[in-house]
């Protein structure tokens, strides 16, 4: 049964950090790419990066580039999603996706195999 399992959400004020873990199990890792995603409330769910399996080719959305870092460590069979100087507008919920179709589609929810439960992430102005 795979299981992805985030952790690392919560409350923090604007200008801080925070680092979202995803933890894999019921799959072998490295088969998969990393994706993270968020939804906020009335808006579309919407995919803030991707890394791929061997963590060569990263991809950032325009809105969290230069400030959120995606990596991953294929020991642990986790992922990571390092976010600094955080605003208000990135208050959501964050999932984590696996996928083994390649990064092409990598901006689109259909494009992943595998969800997260989800995580609150909460800016506070």
């Known amino acids: 049964q795979v299981q992805l399992v985030e952790s690392g959400g919560g409350l923090v004020q604007a200008g801080g950090s925070l680092r979202l873990s995803c933890a894999a199990s019921g799959l072998t890792f490295t088969n998969f790419d990393t994706g993270w995603f968020r939804h906020a409330p009335g808006e579309e769910r919407q995919c803030v990066g991707a890394?791929?399996?061997?963590?060569?080719?990263?991809y950032y959305a325009d809105s969290v580039k230069g400030r959120f870092t995606i990596s991953r460590d294929n020991a642990k069979n986790t992922g990571y999603l390092q976010m600094n100087s955080l605003k208000a507008e990135d208050t959501a919920v964050y999932y984590c996706?696996?996928?083994?179709?390649?990064?092409?589609?990598?901006?689109?929810?259909?494009?992943?195999?595998?969800w997260g439960q989800g995580t609150q992430v909460t800016v506070s102005a």
């Open positions: 890394i791929n399996w061997s963590s060569i080719a990263r």
């Open positions: 996706a696996l996928g083994s179709r390649g990064l092409t589609g990598w901006r689109t929810v259909s494009g992943w195999d595998y």
